[in-house]
Structure formats: C-alpha cells, structure tokens
DNA sequence: CCCTTCATATATAGGCCCGATATATCGTTC
DNA sequence: GAACGATATATCGGGCCTATATATGAAGGG
C-alpha cells in the first residue's frame, strides 16, 4: 500500500492540508502504526490531484506560503474503497533493539542495560500517550489505540520480567580498559 | 541500521552466503523483526567486501554459479560494535490491517471479518512457528522468541475479545447489489 | 529586549531499499 | 514430461525517507 492511499485515507476525516497529513502520521492518530514523511506526502498529493481522486484548493496566506487544502472526490472515495478490497500487506515489525539484543553477548552489561532502559522508557511513552481516548476518535481509532495498549503492555511486562536473562550473558564489565 | 550492518550481524553466526543471509532475514532468525532483501543484501556484501570488512573466498560449481561465501573480517566486527554503540532507531510498526480498520464503518461486515480472521491466522502461524526452540538457538534468539511469543499472544487475546467492537459497526450486509 | 527555538507551510535532491525480473540447473511432485 | 520449488547471483525501476532550503510569527529564556 502506496503513500498515495494512505492518504486518501487520511482525507476520509475531511479536508487537510499536506502539513495536516504530515502530523496525523507523525503525532495522530495514524503514528502508532504507519509512517509517511513530506518527501512522499508531498509527491502523492500531487499525483493524487492529477488523477482526480482529490481535490485542491489554494488558500492565499499574507507572508506565507499558499495553504493548498486537498479534498478527497467521489473517485478518491471509491478508490480507497477498492484499495481495501485487495489483499493487505501482512503486519511488520522492525526492532533494532532485538538485533542488539542477538549480540548481548558481546556487549558490555552497561549497554544492554541501557538499551533496555531506553527500550521501557519509550514504549511507556507510547502507553501513556495511548492511555486517554480523544474526544472525536471513531470506534476504528479507539479499537487501534485499546489494540496498542494491550500490545505495548504485554511488552513491558515481558521486558520487565526477562530482561535479567540478556543481562546475565552481556560481557562483564571491564574494569580496566 | 543500514542493510550492511545487518549482513555483518548475520555473519557474526558464522560464514555464509547471500543465498544464506537473505533465508535468515525471510525464515530464520532474524524474520520476526527485520527484513531485507537480495536487492539490498547483494549491493551491500559487495561495498563490505570493498571496505574490508568481510573477506570472499568464491566456491566454483559446476552447472551453477560460484557460490561467494563471506566471512567477518576482525575490522568487521568492529564495525558491528561500534554500530551497537550508537543510537538505535525505535521499534517500528507497521499495520495495514489497523490503517483499514479505521475505515470498518465504511466496510461490509463480512470484509471486516475477513480481515480478522486472517489477521489471527497469520499470527497463530507465527506463534506456532516461535513455539519451539531451535537447538543452536543462541541466547539472545531465545529471548528475541519469547519476546515475540508475548506479542504475538497478546494480540491475538485482545483480537479475539475485541473484535466484536469493530464487526459491529461495519456496514450492514447488502441484500443486493 | 534580543535570541533561540518551535510551529506553520511547501518543496526537492540524494541515496537507500523493495519487488520484480533474468539466468541456469536439479530434484520432486503431478 | 510438465510444472514447480530450491539453489545461487545480480540488476533495474520505482518508491520512500532524511536532510535541506525558504520564509515568518509566536513564545519563552536570559
């Protein structure tokens, strides 16, 4: 699934700008599960209006640029629609924290800790983040944002629980260098 | 974390070939939470080979072509350590199967139960695949296995409890066309 | 009161990476 | 015997991310 559908998506909660796009997949409600950046927002938008499955109005600003706001059309709609139809890419998940932690074995106990500190701290972030429902969520945000949590939860608990497991095989510290 | 990083890792296991290293990123240990792929993994044993961080010593065979296979070079793993040392990326994850759940109320209810259902099919795969233990597990793959298990049991609990809550609200099933 | 930082807003260039394809052969299954 | 999958390397096209450029107002710290 293309930027350019992700889009059409984004545009299903009404008209936004590309900056607007930009931060449903950077802060909103689209951040926990997708990622998209200006370098292909931008380009989409553009072939988008060129299809005509979104429309473009630019809204002159005094001293700065010109806000274009995108629409999405009858044909943007159907072909979301259609998009959702096909078979979906199966979930991925990328953790470079877990390629670290192949190698624990090799890594100073101090770092391991580390990585894992960092690795709680952020996904409590996350949990808290995810915690209080927005007001105007739709059922299918809320239904993503209570499927985070459980996720991230059994997470932390599984960390918390085994990190003494990497720990224990990380190199000694080394008391002289 | 660049896919060249990632070859030096794989090689750390012991000598292999890209043939090798690309299986270990689609079925072995690394298919749980990276990816990577001949495109990548063939242009990056080349530039490491240039860098000299992993030595190629080519195996001829008849009827085939040579198979290359590489080996970590002590500069390598160096490389390798200095690359843990620096910041990770966070944990990535992607879901179109979340992103079209957003739309459920958009979606016949028989689509939306489809795509449950497969979603659970996939990960009760994926479970069964991590369940047992490979004997030349090393460690940090055991816990990287069991991590995943955690996940991968929550989210099939809360899919199972939950996914009423989205069914319900996807559009009612049309009599006709 | 000034300076830095952050937010608003669009856009592109460079480089990395995935997916598809090409080539060649053998073993297994239908 | 035909079709398919595994073994094995390699490249091309297109898509995407990161960083950067440009411009300005608001807010906060010193």
């Known amino acids: 699934m293309q930027v350019t559908t992700l889009c059409l998506g984004a545009l299903v909660f009404g008209e936004a700008t590309g900056y607007e796009i930009n931060k449903m997949f950077e802060d909103g409600p689209f951040s926990h599960f997708l990622d998209a950046s200006y370098g292909s927002i931008y380009p989409a938008l553009t072939r988008l209006t060129d299809e005509g499955l979104v429309t473009c109005k630019a809204e002159p600003q005094e001293k700065r640029p010109d806000k274009k706001v995108y629409s999405l059309t009858e044909k943007g709609r159907r072909s979301l629609g259609e998009a959702l139809q096909q078979t979906l890419a199966p979930d991925k998940f990328r953790s470079e924290f877990l390629f670290a932690v192949l ?53 932390i608990d599984f960390l918390e629980n085994n990190r003494h497991l990497i720990e224990e095989i990380a190199t000694e510290e080394e008391v002289h260098v």
Chains 1, 2 share one sequence.
């Open 103 to 155: 190698f624990a074995h090799l890594l100073p106990r101090s770092r391991v800790r580390t990585l894992v500190d960092q690795r709680l701290a952020a996904m409590k972030e996350k949990v808290e983040q995810m915690t209080d429902p927005d007001e105007d969520d739709t059922p299918g945000m809320d239904f993503a944002r209570q499927y985070g949590l459980a996720v991230y939860t059994a997470s």
